[in-house]
Each structure stands twice: as C-alpha cells, then as structure tokens.
T-cell receptor
C-alpha cells in the first residue's frame, strides 16, 4: 500500500462547477500538507499549504485536512478552463521528506 | 526574476551514454532536490543536498549521480547503469533545509528520452 493515495482521474467538469480533489494517507506522523498544481510540460507550483488539521481558504481554493480520517481535500469553486491541470497532493512529517500523491488530472471545459 | 532554471527542456540520448541535466537557482535557497516523474506515479526523490559539498541519496538513487560545488547549482548525471532512464526530471529547491517543512520550488523540468 502506498503512503499517499490519490485518484489519477481524469476528472472532467463544466466551467463553473465545484471541484473536489482528495488524497488519503497512512502515516499518522504527517503534519504538513500541500497542494501543487502542474500544467502540462511544466514544473509543479505550490497552491496551498496547511499545517495539522483544519481549513484554509485562498480565493477560489479551499484546502481541508482531517487528520482523524487521514484525508485531505482541495476544493475549487467556480472552476475555470485555466484550472485544467494535474493537481498533486504532498505531505510531510518533517525533515523535508515530502511524499507526493500520483496526481489527479482535471479538465474544465467551457 | 528569481527561480529555478533547468536545461535543456528536451534531451535525447542513445542507450549506454551518460547524460547530465543542469539545474541552477537564484533564490539563495540552501536545499536542492532532484525528482523523477513517471506517468501514474508520484514524484520520486533521487538525490537531495542541504548544503554545498554535501548530498544524500533519495529513494531511487541507483544509476544517478550528483554534485553540489556551488550553492546555485545541482547537476544530475544519469548514468548507463540506470535501467529505465526515460522520464521527466524535476529539480527543486527550498529555503530551509533544517525545519523540514519548507515548500519546494520547482523548475520546469527536463524530458529525457533514451533509445
């Protein structure tokens, strides 16, 4: 079993939809949780960063961490075609050893 | 603009040849990393370096080598010993190698194809 599980998709939604992306993990020591967005043929860019449990909101994006269930989510409101990308979750218990999910490919069509 | 520059963007090599991928950063970050990305798999850590002249193996270091002679530069050599070298290679850096949770900044990758 992988330490971090992420559904690869692809996920296809109409413009304006609310998108929910999720990862589950097995290591209870993870405390730092990140979401990266990766456009085709580009490097990942940091989208959201959260510590421990709770919610964090940034514009149309909300990151949610539920440590009791070992489950993290990224919500995208009012999705746009420019949100079409692969979304990678990543997490760490410290010491810069980030563990990445496989990524979920999202397509938002007009 | 500060950032990480990887070159070249695309690289083609014949089997049996060593090849070196370049990574330069002007973010003044202490730590640098090399990851490999394959379809359907998460990023896998090849090597990382927390300070100049020091580096550690990651999860899949076999068939790769690195050097860190300058803070700004962390080249990766893919040797002929690497059994499946065709992949997308990503270089990253982080500001703080000590606390263990600094976000990574990535370059735009090098796509290596070995035939």
């Amino acid at each position: 079993q992988k330490e971090v599980e992420q559904d690869p998709g692809p996920l296809s939604v109409p413009e304006g939809a609310i998108v929910s992306l999720n990862c589950t993990y097995s290591n209870s020591a993870f405390q730092y949780f990140m979401w990266y967005r990766q456009y085709s043929r580009k490097g990942p860019e940091l989208l959201m960063y959260t510590y421990s449990s709770g919610n964090k909101e940034d514009g149309r994006f909300t990151a949610q961490v539920d440590k009791s269930s070992k489950y993290i989510s990224l919500f995208i409101r009012d999705s746009q075609p420019s949100d079409s990308a692969t979304y990678l979750c990543a997490m760490s218990g410290g010491y810069n050893k980030l563990i990445f999910g496989a990524g979920t490919r999202l397509a938002v069509h007009p | 603009d500060g950032g990480i520059t990887q070159s070249p963007k695309y690289l083609f090599r014949k089997e049996g040849q060593n090849v070196t991928l370049s990574c330069e950063q002007n973010l003044n970050h202490d730590a640098m990393y090399w990851y490999r990305q394959d379809p359907g798999q998460g990023l896998r850590l090849i090597y990382y370096s927390q300070i100049v002249n020091d580096f550690q193996k990651g999860d899949i270091a076999e068939g790769y080598s690195v050097s860190r002679e300058k803070k700004e530069s962390f080249p990766l050599t893919v040797t002929s010993a690497q059994k499946n070298p065709t992949a997308f290679y990503l270089c990253a850096s982080s500001i703080d190698s000590g606390t263990g949770h600094s976000p990574l900044h990535f370059g735009n990758g090098t796509r290596l194809t070995v035939t």
